[in-house]
């Protein structure tokens, strides 16, 4: 059974796994990467180097273009990066207007990979650093995909979205993507070659990890000041933990987790909830991006003290896509229930949302139990606390396959 694990491709997990829905770094904006994420299934969507448009380039020309992306992107980083934009409405608006390139992560987390690739390289690159493997798709005939290309593109272009929707790039290609949960998933079916390991706990393994990979804002400090925070969440596809000292001994340096600020969270939100980045306390931005919605009175909050700042482009912002400021809101039954910053289609973000508790372990927990409990909930992590509800640490994916990677090395003399 081992070998057989060792054997698989890199095709055999991308069965069934769509299209990317790519947007091209030459043309699309900061503004088209918000409606597209808005009108999109998924939480993220792929930034590419290449531009197919048909207006804006002849045939010999594309096919020159080497078709590569350069990262993905999702809602959490439009909510950072607009949060910054607080001193007036034409700054706010250039910030819309800049090329979409501006959202991807300084180090790109996504890799390309053949499709022949093995299971075990895949894994070696997720170790490595990588969070998404491109994985072209090839059970389609050129022809086929040609034409498909060709009705793509009038499609593309009858809506004037042609930046936003081409899935196809030259001769034809479509690419998907692999992530680590897609890994974890496919290592899930065969998880008894890896025996004994699924039934020892996470704190006897030794892959609770209690550094680097932490990051963590105090309930009480300004969520603004976890905008670095948040952005790196979203390139090591982790979160960040919201903790309270509540006042114990200096001597004691445990510290309480309260809850975390999740990019996913945040990827269920429009791009409004930058005003809560830039106004709100981390708590109070838990409460925010809940997978409930904003109580009104927090959102009327939010406004007020946009006002008492002067932030006066994310007013703007704020009353063009929610109309807080409309009275009509506060007598609907659904405007006191879920707030307008939950703007996305309810397809998308009903799926999505999830709310801020932290997924929590204890360190007895088995490898299996842990593992199950991630891929349950969706998250790549696992916030490992003590007895009295402290933060001791965390179990990432990664963490998860470094483990299971050194056992097939020890076990089965493979490198």
């Known amino acids: 059974m081992a070998l057989s694990l060792l054997s698989h491709e890199i095709s055999d997990i991308c069965i069934g796994k769509p299209p990317l829905r790519c947007l091209s770094a030459a043309v699309a904006t900061v503004a088209d990467a918000i409606a597209a994420l808005k009108s999109s299934d998924e939480p993220f969507l792929s930034v590419w180097s290449c531009n197919h448009d048909e207006t804006d380039a002849d045939d010999d020309n594309k096919n020159k273009c080497d078709c590569e992306c350069l990262g993905k992107i999702c809602m959490a980083d439009v909510i950072c990066y607009i949060s910054k934009f607080d001193n007036n409405v034409l700054s706010l608006s250039s910030a819309f207007d800049a090329s979409v390139s501006v959202l991807l992560l300084p180090k790109s987390t996504v890799v390309h990979v053949d499709a022949s690739s093995t299971l075990i390289e895949a894994i070696d690159l997720i170790i490595g650093g990588a969070q998404n493997l491109i994985v072209p798709i090839q059970t389609k005939s050129i022809a086929t995909r040609r034409r498909e290309q060709k009705l793509l593109t009038r499609n593309a272009v009858a809506s004037l979205t042609t930046t936003t929707t ?124 809940d997978g409930s919605g904003p109580p009104e009175s927090l959102v009327r909050y939010v406004r007020n003290l946009l006002e008492e700042k002067a ?83 965390m179990v990432t994916f990664v963490d998860i396959l470094k483990l299971f990677r050194g056992f097939l090395n020890d076990n089965f003399d493979f490198c």
């Open 311 to 393: 932030m006066v482009g994310l007013i703007s912002l704020v009353d063009s896509l929610s109309g807080c400021s409309s009275s009509s809101d506060e007598e609907s039954p659904a405007g006191r229930t879920r707030s307008s910053s939950y703007g996305r289609s309810v397809s998308s973000a009903a799926r999505n949302a999830r709310k801020s508790v932290a997924i929590v372990c204890n360190r007895k927990s088995s490898l299996m139990a842990v593992m199950i409990q991630a891929v349950t909930q969706r998250v790549s992590y696992v916030w490992v606390t003590d007895e009295d509800g402290c933060l001791i640490g």
């Open 166 to 289: 081409t899935t196809t790039h030259k001769n034809g290609r479509q690419f998907c993507w692999i992530t680590q949960e897609d890994i974890i998933r496919f290592l899930l079916d065969s998880i008894s070659v890896f025996s004994p390991l699924p039934a020892i706990s996470i704190s006897d393994l030794g892959i609770i990890n209690s550094t680097h990979t932490i990051l963590a804002v105090d309930y009480y400090s300004p969520a603004a000041s976890a905008v670095s925070a948040i952005s790196r969440a979203i390139s090591d596809n982790i979160s960040v933990a919201v903790v309270d000292d509540g006042g114990c001994d200096l001597e004691d340096p445990r510290v309480a987790l309260i809850g975390e600020i999740s990019p996913m969270t945040l990827a269920c939100c429009d791009e409004t909830a930058a005003a809560a980045v830039a106004t709100l306390s981390a708590g109070n931005l838990m409460t925010y991006i």
